[in-house]
């Protein structure tokens, strides 16, 4: 029997969407399915997978961010009482990492249920919350699982989603722009400057549909496209951000730094460096010794190669040369011979001309024949 196609449009990720697939067909047969944790870098599709899901249950889907709930009282005011007691829900949790520690603790409990029955209980302000789990589905989502109470992940079944690799940007990217072209040597420089973020590609790919519709009458996207996109938005290789570059540039000048001495010269935190940094050290333009950042090789090569490029001064059109002006009128003149020199010229055919006009020098140089 053919499977549904419940992620339909959504490019690669294809372990996580057999895995997800397997839980949703279950679900319709028993009406339960565990409580899904999504971890993933930034611009990954988590929220996207997270919808998705919800929509393939069916049910009323309740996104809340985790760093807005504040405390139990607010997590049972304005979420459990309104959106989940005896209704059919899924409360999506994104940003868990940012669960208060009281809201952990409370989940621990409400997300431990029966075997057989699928439901828990919580008691909170002299009053019992019974939570029936095949009612009510639970994702989670985080960045940041390293953050999340290891106790509170035990109660979710761990899902992954991998970074983008450079031909599934192109995809996307391909995919939204659907009527315009991409020349393919273009579109793989493209997928470069992404990031591995799939939230990127998407975002680059309107752009692109924004410059070309107003820009340009062909639906072709070639180099001298993609470089005037590049010169609008300001894309450095491999997609570097200023702060990311400024670093760069400022361990090419000194040959390595502490972060301290980083964050003093940028007027940065030292938090906010060391966040700058991983993309840095991901593409091997940087490293770190004994707490010492140092430049590599990759990245003086990156440097030198930038510096080139913004060094060229961009090459001016050509301007069409003129064509000569046709003569208003033909002259035809008749020279005297030598004995007749004195004589004054007289007329052949046409009246006497006795001096060549200015004008018909201009006309001559301007027809090449001077």
Not at 335 to 352: D, N, R, W
Request: with cysteine; net charge negative; proline share 5%.
């Amino acid at each position: 029997m053919e499977r549904q196609d419940y992620f339909e449009g959504l490019i690669a990720q294809d372990e996580i969407k057999d895995t997800l697939t397997g839980h949703i067909d279950i679900y319709k047969n028993i009406s339960f399915i565990p409580h899904l944790f999504i971890s993933a870098p930034r611009g990954c599709g988590k929220t996207v997978f997270a919808r998705r899901i919800g929509k393939a249950l069916g049910k009323k889907f309740v996104e809340i961010n985790a760093g807005s709930i504040g405390s139990v009282k607010n997590f049972f005011h304005n979420i459990v009482i309104p959106h989940v007691q005896n209704q059919d829900v899924t409360i999506f949790l994104d940003e868990a990492h940012k669960l208060p520690k009281d809201v952990e603790n409370c989940l621990l409990t409400i997300l431990q249920q029966d075997n057989d029955t699928k439901c828990s209980e919580f008691e909170f302000e002299e009053y019992v919350y019974e939570f029936d789990f095949t009612r009510v589905s639970v994702i989670a989502a985080t960045t940041e699982p390293q953050g999340v109470f290891h106790a509170l992940m035990d109660r979710f079944e761990q899902l992954e989603l991998d970074e983008y690799r450079p031909d599934h940007l192109g995809k996307i990217v391909k995919m939204i722009c659907k009527d315009i072209t991409f020349k393919e040597e273009v579109l793989e420089e493209i997928s470069t400057v992404l990031r591995g973020n799939a939230r990127a590609a998407s975002q680059m790919a309107d752009k692109i549909n924004n410059w070309m519709s107003t820009n340009s009458d062909l639906k072709v996207v070639g180099h001298y496209e993609w470089d005037a996109i590049k010169n609008w938005l300001k894309i450095k290789p491999l997609g570097l951000g200023k702060k990311e570059l400024q670093i760069l540039r400022l361990l090419g000048e000194r040959k390595e730094a502490r972060v301290t001495a980083i964050a003093a010269t940028l007027m940065l935190t030292r938090q906010a460096v060391m966040k700058e940094e991983q993309y840095l050290q991901k593409q091997y333009l940087m490293e770190i010794k004994s707490s010492v950042r140092c430049i590599t090789k990759k990245g003086k090569e990156y440097l030198e190669a930038l510096d080139n490029v913004e060094s060229i001064e961009p090459v001016k059109p050509t301007e069409p040369v003129p064509p000569a002006p046709k003569p208003k009128k033909v002259v035809k003149l008749v020279l005297p011979k030598a004995e007749e020199a004195a004589e004054p010229i007289v007329p052949h055919t046409e009246p006497v001309v006795s001096h060549i006009p200015e004008d018909m020098f201009e006309m001559l140089r301007n027809a090449g024949r001077n």
